[in-house]
Each structure stands twice: as structure tokens, then as C-alpha cells.
């Protein structure tokens, strides 16, 4: 991949320790060789990072990369792509696929897929066989094949002993259970987020209550098992304070929010547009901003793209029909730039930091310094483009961001040393 | 329509027609009532827009009636219906007013269809828009799929019933039998309740936004678990005394109630739901001679309707179903000519 190259990203400012300064960053054989203001660039490859922030490499822990099973949508190296473009030096695969990821085959196939791939691909797997919610997964054996994030995604565990179960069972490795938090029961026959305007259109509503009711509930579970849990996608204004509760009272829990959920409500169904399906549902302007004051304060402690492509007849479906999920990695990185005006070092955190320690993936990832893996992403916040959907590297379509203008893109990405994009274009 | 080479399809939302909403200024506001010529709902339509189409109802009423030559208005058009729900009655009325204004007619349901076959509802629109279509009448289960609909052709789309969202023709059809039956061409003044199960009914949520457009003071009526919630900045008041409402109301609107409703706790009981919410004959017999009952059919008799009530003379049932040719003659003549969404009372453009 390197080698022996030398390559100098230059003229921008660094997060380095918590804190943005401008420096050059060298690498050699694909690890950072000098930071700082006068390295030796002698034979290097320059990067222009001029105006933009160098920053650790993006990590998304919730990307749905539909290999195997639904391949016409989106295959590992396709959603690598996307990834690179968006930033990602590293993604974990969520399990949701056909079939679902449980075994150590499936498992070996995605890594050999994930050879080719722009990004690292680290594998995530079910909760329960098959995504039934019946039987647990075999979690010493697939933990000790390197796999770190258990999730039955698309789908909560209903069944509260088994999730206990899970959960205590696999306390003494380290893995962490991560919950899509969804009460069937109440959310069965819903289409939207349940308010003013699920009312007016006559569209089915999913009540905040399906969500809140299992964060109480996993967070009542992680402190009897006295073990780690990691909550997906956090929708409402009432699950962020419940999580933000947990950790106050010193609990091990940690969060994610996504980009849609922070950026879109559900006043975006007012068009019966198949794209803004999703689930959890685009909520209420105040869950809107108390998700943003979330990421703010630290209650939650990643951005996660829930990067879900399909098909587009799939999404020309009526709305009750067509399948929940929204394309996110190329237009992640640009819209917490725009929307929570965080600056370089919160973004950092919240885009690589966090997310790398929460998939076990911060000795390559999430930070700048001599010596470790060059995975680098100059990003420049200034940069404006519109999202085109003809013109994303993902396989599908499916952007809710269509025709949007954007601020803020990443220009170059390094993935262990290699230049994958350079001035916003994937290299392979 | 015009089909659109790949190219251009990469600027246009849902591969037919133009964004809909801008991201400049958050705008997701529905686009109804841009879109040339379409009748998709009654949200946000002026008295002055309803008066217009019901006055050329009411002329075609009249010429019905006089039994006139037939009218040539939409001589050489055709109007297709899309029905991918079942409505025989509804279908029926649509058809049977094309025709009276002289249109051909085509019928498409989704029994006999390719849409069994694995045909998308999109390659459907477009294969029979390609034949030369005028309007579309669709009815579809899921909210808002004549509003998509409607963004892969250039016909007028009317919407027939999408799910619960709207069925803006009934309301019409409510308002004039109404209307007619009071001799006035407003309902100012009126106080109407509507009964039942508002949460599921398109037709309730058309007839608030009409009643209210048209002047009146719209009280709806249920059990919780059957209104839906978040609706403070609906112009309507809420009540669950069905009793006490009854007695300021000059109209009640009874809503037809699926028994299925007991099965996910909706309701407790097709009998404790009568008891509290349905129109019996010792209600029935409480009204003011004067107090007018409506329905949209069809009626479960002797459930949330007593035949007394349903067949009496302050009942409009059978006046509602003959407003039905009338008021969709005027639809779909103001959709094919292009005026339905800009005529108003003062400014009748037809």
C-alpha cells in the first residue's frame, strides 16, 4: 500500500491532543513519521491542506454495507468508498445482512470482501441467531475471531430476560452490546414519528415512548449485569436525558446520534417522500435539539451514520411500504460541520475519537501522533458543494440531503498511509 | 409526460419532476397546490376556492336534474381511474361523472393488474400516462401516494382516498348535500360534530379542513385511543361526551367504526362503543327536529347508525350519495381545464 513513501499533508492546522494547531504531518511507510512546523518533507509527496483541518481519520460505528444479501444496493467496497469520501478511515459493518452475521464463516467472507475495501471494515455481529431474537450468538468464539460490537440493529431485543441474559453471559469478555432501541409492540403499525404531523397526514405514528421505554430498560439491565451497553441511534428528547441520567450516575453506557436525527424532522414527511423513512423515525424539532445539545454536552458521545442504501425502485415504494433507512457517509462529516458548529476538536470526538474507543478500534484510529497508523482526513470546513445523488460513490440513491448545499468536505483521505481520496475523488 | 434522459433525472427528485422543497429555507410544506392542476387534498383551500367548485357542482346539478342535453365539456379527454384499494361505489361515481361530461373512460385496479405481476405503481403511471391520459383518479391504502403520483405525470391527479390522510371529493360531496339542504352557500355559524373513529378516517380529516374552510365550528368525538393526538393547532374542539356535545350540535357526523378495533384495544367493545359513541335511537329521539345527520357511507346499521336515525327525514345519507355525480363532474371538468386550484367565488374562472 506504502511503500516506502513518503507523503507530507502541509499548510494546514492539526488536532493534535485536544487541540488544533497549524503543522505539517509527515509519513513514512504508512505511519506518521513528524508532526510539527519544520519536518523534513525532503522527496515527500505534498498534500495541500491549506485552510483545512487534518484530523484523525472518521470512524462510523452503525454502516450497513448490505454484503452479503442485498448487493444490488450497496457491496463492502462500494460503501468503502462512500466511507473515504466521507472521511471514514474505518467503519463497522452492522449485521443486518442476508444472511445475518453470526458465525465465523459469514464473518471471513466480509473480511476477504473488505481486502479491497478504502477503508478498514471492522465486523460487527447479532445479538441473538439470525437477528430472531431467540438463541444468543456464540460470543466467546466470535470475540476471540476479533469481533468487538454485538447488535441485533434493525431490530430491538423484545425479549427483556434474553437481553439480561446477553448481556451477563458475555460480561466477563470484552465485547459491548449495542441496542436498537424500538418497543414492537408500540411502534407496530407506524410509519413516522407520532405528533402534529403523522396526525394531519394520516400516517401511522411511532410514539417516542417505543425508544425511551427500552433505554430505560437497557439501562436497568446494564446496571444489573453491572457490564457496558452501547445505545444506537438516539432519536428523542427523552432518551437523551435518560442516557444522560445513566452517566451522571456513573454508569458505563455510551450513545450515538445521527446525522438525519440532527439535521432533519419530520416535517420532511410532509412531502410523503420514501426517502425520509427511516427508523428510528425523524422526530419533533425539541428532540432535534436536544440530540444536538447531547453531542454538545458529551451525554452522547458519537456521530454515527446509520448508513442504510436500497435499491431505488425499493424506495419509490409507497411510503408504507418502501424499506426504513437513509444514505449518510458521504454527507455526514459536512452536516455536523454545518449544523452543530463545533469546530475541528469537538468534531474530532465526536467523529473519530469516541467512535474508535466504542469499536476498540483507537490503537489505529483516533488520534494523531508519531508512530501510529497514518489514518488521516483533511477536511476542509469551508469547502460548499450540493449533494448530488447521481454523483455519490454508493451503489444506491437513497439521500435525503437531495439538491441540498453543503459546508464544509473532506478534500484528502489516508487510510494507512495510502492517499484513497484526493481533492474530494476516490484514488480507486 | 415527457420521459427524462438519464441526465436529467439526476436533478429531479424521485427520478419524475423537480425538487419539491427547497433545503435554502426548510421548506417541506406540502406542494399540493403548485402542481398545476391536481385536486390532492382540501387542507389549505379558501372558502372562496370551495364555494367555485361547488357552484359548478351545483350547475351541474341542476342540469342533471332539467335532464338537459348530455355535456360535452370533456368531449375527447380521457380520465383513468387507479384504484389499487378496492371502492366500487367510489369508482363507480368518478366514472359515471367522466362520462357524463362526455370523457372516455379507463379503469385500472390493482386486482386485475400487473401490479400482482411484480409491475411497479411508477412503470404502471407511465405505461398508461404514455396511451394520453387527462386525469388520474387515484385511491391507494398508503397516505400521500397521489401526491407521488402525481410528480410522474403531467395528468391532473385527483386523489380518491389515500389511507387515513384525506378524501377530499367526499368532503365536497358532504359539504354540498349540506349546503344544499340549509339553502345557504356557507356554514357559518354551524357547530358539527364528527363521531367516531377520526384517528383512521380520511374522510374526517378532509371534512374538518372543508367544514371549517366553509365557516363552521367542528367538535370531534371519541373514545382517546380513536382521536389522534398532537392536534392543538387543528382549528376543531375535542371532546369524549358524546351526550352533551350532542345537544349543541346542529349536524352530527357519524363515522363508520371497524369492529377490528376491539382486537388491539382501540375500543373495549362493538356494545360499550355504541353505548357511548354510537347515534341510537334514544339519541336519536333527544336531537332537535332541525338537527341534521350525515354519513359517508357505507353504514353499519344499528352500530354507530340506528336505522331510525339513518332513514329519518333530518337524515342527508341518500342526499350525500346523489351529490356524489354532481360535485366529481365538477372535479375533474375544473382539473382537466386547469382552474380548480385557482378559481375562487369572486374570480370564478370557469
Not at chain 1, 444496493?73 to 445475518?100: D, F, H, I, K, Q
Not at chain 2, 389522534?228 to 363508520?256: A, C, E
Not at chain 2, 376491539?262 to 373495549?268: C, E, F, P, V, Y
Amino acid at each position: 500500500m506504502s511503500d516506502n513513501k513518503t507523503i507530507a499533508i502541509c499548510g494546514g492546522e492539526v488536532v493534535i491532543d485536544n487541540q488544533l494547531q497549524a503543522a505539517d504531518v509527515v509519513i513514512r511507510d504508512g505511519v506518521v513519521a513528524e508532526v510539527g512546523q519544520n519536518v523534513n518533507c525532503d522527496g515527500a509527496t505534498v498534500i495541500d491542506a491549506t485552510g483545512a483541518w487534518v484530523m484523525p481519520g472518521f470512524v462510523d460505528i452503525h454502516t450497513h454495507l448490505r454484503e452479503p444479501g442485498r448487493t444490488e444496493a450497496e457491496t463492502v467496497e462500494t460503501g468503502s468508498r462512500a466511507a473515504a469520501l466521507g472521511g471514514y478511515t474505518a467503519v463497522v459493518a452492522m449485521p443486518n445482512t442476508e444472511p445475518a452475521i453470526d458465525n465465523l464463516g459469514i464473518i471471513e467472507q466480509i473480511r476477504s470482501a473488505a481486502k479491497a475495501a478504502l477503508c478498514e471494515v471492522a465486523v460487527s455481529a447479532c445479538i441473538t441467531r439470525g437477528r430472531g431474537g431467540k438463541e444468543l450468538v456464540n460470543f466467546a468464539s466470535l470475540s476471540a475471531a476479533g469481533v468487538h460490537i454485538y447488535t441485533d440493529d434493525g431490530n430491538g431485543v423484545q425479549d427483556t430476560a434474553l437481553m439480561l441474559h446477553a448481556l451477563q453471559y458475555a460480561s466477563d469478555l470484552d465485547v459491548v452490546l449495542a441496542q436498537h432501541c424500538e418497543d414492537e409492540s408500540l411502534s407496530a403499525g407506524g410509519f413516522m414519528h407520532e405528533g402534529a404531523v403523522s396526525s394531519r397526514l394520516g400516517i401511522g405514528g411511532i410514539p417516542p415512548e417505543a425508544e425511551e421505554l427500552m433505554v430505560m430498560r437497557d439501562i436497568a439491565l446494564s446496571r444489573k449485569a453491572q457490564v457496558a451497553m452501547h445505545f444506537l441511534h438516539l432519536s428523542t428528547k427523552r432518551s437523551v436525558e435518560l442516557v444522560r441520567d445513566a452517566k451522571a450516575a456513573g454508569m458505563n453506557v455510551t450513545a450515538e446520534a445521527t446525522p438525519h436525527h440532527f439535521t432533519l424532522t419530520d416535517e420532511a414527511l410532509n412531502s410523503f417522500d420514501p426517502n425520509f423513512r427511516v427508523n428510528p423515525p425523524l422526530r419533533s424539532a425539541p428532540d432535534r435539539a436536544a440530540v444536538i445539545e447531547g453531542l454538545k454536552d458529551g451525554t452522547i458521545d458519537a456521530i454515527a451514520t446509520d448508513h442504510a442504501p436500497h435499491a431505488p425502485e425499493l424506495k419509490e415504494l409507497p411510503l408504507t411500504e418502501a424499506p426504513c433507512g437513509m444514505l449518510g457517509l458521504e454527507t455526514a462529516a459536512s452536516l455536523a460541520n454545518s449544523e452543530l458548529q463545533l469546530g475541528a476538536v469537538e468534531l474530532s470526538r465526536l467523529l473519530s475519537i469516541n467512535p474508535a474507543r466504542i469499536a476498540r478500534l483507537h490503537e489505529t484510529h483516533g488520534q494523531i501522533a508519531v508512530g501510529r497508523p497514518a489514518n488521516i482526513t483533511v477536511f476542509d470546513p469551508n469547502a460548499e458543494w450540493t449533494v448530488d445523488p447521481m454523483q455519490l460513490a454508493s451503489k444506491a440513491r437513497n439521500t435525503p440531503f437531495a439538491g441540498r448545499d453543503m459546508t464544509g468536505r473532506t478534500r484528502h483521505t489516508i487510510f494507512n498511509g495510502e492517499v484513497v481520496v484526493a481533492d474530494s475523488k476516490a484514488q480507486r | 409526460m415527457a420521459f427524462l434522459t438519464e441526465s436529467e433525472r439526476s436533478l429531479n427528485h424521485l427520478d419524475g419532476s423537480p425538487l419539491s422543497y427547497s433545503f435554502k429555507d426548510d421548506s417541506f410544506k406540502d406542494d399540493s397546490f403548485n402542481r398545476s392542476s391536481g385536486f390532492l387534498s382540501v387542507e389549505g383551500r379558501s372558502r372562496a376556492n370551495l364555494q367555485a367548485i361547488l357552484n359548478v357542482a351545483s350547475s351541474h346539478a341542476q342540469r342533471l336534474s332539467n335532464e338537459d342535453t348530455k355535456s360535452t365539456a370533456l368531449a375527447g379527454k380521457t380520465v383513468t381511474s387507479l384504484f389499487f384499494e378496492d371502492s366500487t361505489r367510489t369508482r363507480l361515481s368518478f366514472e359515471n361523472a367522466a362520462r357524463k361530461l362526455s370523457s372516455d373512460v379507463m379503469t385500472f385496479t390493482a386486482g386485475t393488474s400487473s401490479v400482482k405481476k411484480g409491475e411497479s405503481i411508477k412503470d404502471t403511471v407511465q405505461t398508461i400516462d404514455a396511451m394520453g391520459v387527462d386525469a388520474f383518479v387515484v385511491r391507494h391504502s398508503s397516505p400521500g401516494m397521489p401526491h407521488t403520483i402525481s410528480h410522474w405525470t403531467d395528468a391532473s391527479v385527483i386523489n380518491a382516498g389515500d389511507g387515513a390522510h384525506e378524501h377530499p371529493t367526499q368532503a365536497l360531496i358532504d359539504s354540498f348535500a349540506l349546503l344544499e339542504r340549509l339553502g345557504r352557500n356557507d356554514l357559518v355559524g354551524q357547530n358539527i360534530a364528527i363521531v367516531g373513529d377520526v384517528l383512521h378516517s380520511r374522510v374526517a380529516r378532509s371534512n374538518v379542513w372543508a367544514f371549517t374552510a366553509l365557516g363552521a365550528s367542528v367538535t370531534l368525538v371519541g373514545p382517546k385511543t380513536l382521536l389522534p393526538s398532537n392536534i392543538d393547532d387543528w382549528p376543531v374542539t375535542v371532546s369524549n361526551d358524546f351526550d352533551t356535545v350532542l345537544k349543541k350540535s346542529g349536524v352530527v357526523y357519524m363515522l363508520r367504526i371497524q369492529k377490528e378495533r376491539a382486537a388491539t384495544g382501540l375500543m373495549s367493545s362493538v356494545g360499550e362503543y355504541v353505548s357511548r359513541f354510537g347515534l341510537t335511537d334514544a339519541r336519536y329521539r333527544s336531537l332537535e327536529p332541525n338537527t341534521l345527520i350525515m354519513h359517508p357511507g357505507p353504514m353499519n346499521r344499528g352500530i354507530e347508525i340506528s336505522p331510525l336515525a339513518a332513514d329519518s327525514d333530518q337524515s342527508l345519507v341518500t342526499r350525500q350519495v346523489a351529490a356524489g355525480i354532481p360535485v366529481r363532474m365538477a372535479v375533474l371538468e375544473m382539473c382537466i381545464n386547469n382552474t380548480i386550484n385557482n378559481s375562487t367565488i369572486n374570480g370564478n374562472q370557469t
